[in-house]
């Protein structure tokens, strides 16, 4: 049953362009995401991987720095497999349907379920923590993104929505306006939309034991040359006890790294080896570094040649753009269609 989960149905992901992804985002979102659109299409379903770039510029300000994370997002996305051809691959600001849609879901989103949600919270928190009145800072777009996120899903009728834990709630929030429109109108205007939350995806440690994480700079980089990947992997944390001494692995930061990306022979092997005091602190830095660089070259050459190409990946955002267009129309038509009584 399990295997044709997504016959016939409408997978979508949308991705905010913040700048050179990680190990972390590489394992923990990138990776999956590519591999499940695989899988919804291998079993008949539809697509939908797109640029929130829309969602960015309530942070980024800067056009010349928005410009390269767009650039740089797309070309890792084509470089980790994903097929533009049979997915729907797009930036969201090449659909003006999607800030039309999002005019007429404002009408039904409760401005409470704003005030509730999590990222405007977050920064609410933020505010109050540095002793600053809470909303400074924050603009209308940070405050009111759930509502472009409803459009985003509801906009393509997408019946999955895989997200990380943080965006659990956003996909609720599509998921009640669209039920307020279908009950007001009487009818499934919108589809309501499912979140996937895999349970099973792992949050990877960073070089000091937190969160890899862009804002606690640990991060082990991907698309960069083998030197910058063995200077991160070389500052793991690690102790000074002598490679003879036997230690146990769980205890080990590098093992605990090793665990995201290695096999289990391989991690079987490095486990054995710091039990039985066989390996030293820099021999495990350099299994990881063997993993990391060969999990990554293949996709590295074909980013750093979308990038030098960049012109080849704007036709195919664009080319992406045309084919869901139509389906955002329709979605927009049904609605003006039940709003305005044409
Ligand atoms: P960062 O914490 O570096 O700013 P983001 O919050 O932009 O990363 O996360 C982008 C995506 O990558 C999210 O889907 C998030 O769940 C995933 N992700 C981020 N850090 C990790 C990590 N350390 N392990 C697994 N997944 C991660
Ligand atoms: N808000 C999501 C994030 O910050 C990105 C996003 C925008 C999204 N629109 C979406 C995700 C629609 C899934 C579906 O990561």
Redesign the pocket.
Known sequence: MESFMFENKTVLTGV?P?GKP?L??Y???IKPAIELGKEALSQGGKHYMFIADYHAINAEKNPAVLNEMTKEIACIYLACGLDPKKSYFYRQSDIPEIPEITTILYAYTPKGFMNKAHAYKAAVDKNREAGKPDDDGINMGLYTYPTLMAADILAYDSDIVPV?K?QVQHVEIARDIAGAINAHYGKELLKLPTYRFDEN????A?IDGR?????YGN?IPLFEDDKAIKKAIFSIKTDSRPMEEPKNPDEILVYEIYKSIATPEQLQEMGDGLRQGKLGYGYIKNMLLDAVVNEIKDAREKYNYYMAHFNEVEEMLLEGAEKARPVAKATLKRLKDAVFGR
Do not use: E, F, I, Q
């Open positions: 905010k913040t990680h972390g985002n394992l923990g979102a990380g943080d995806v792992a949050v990877v960073g969160k890899m994480s862009k804002s991060v």
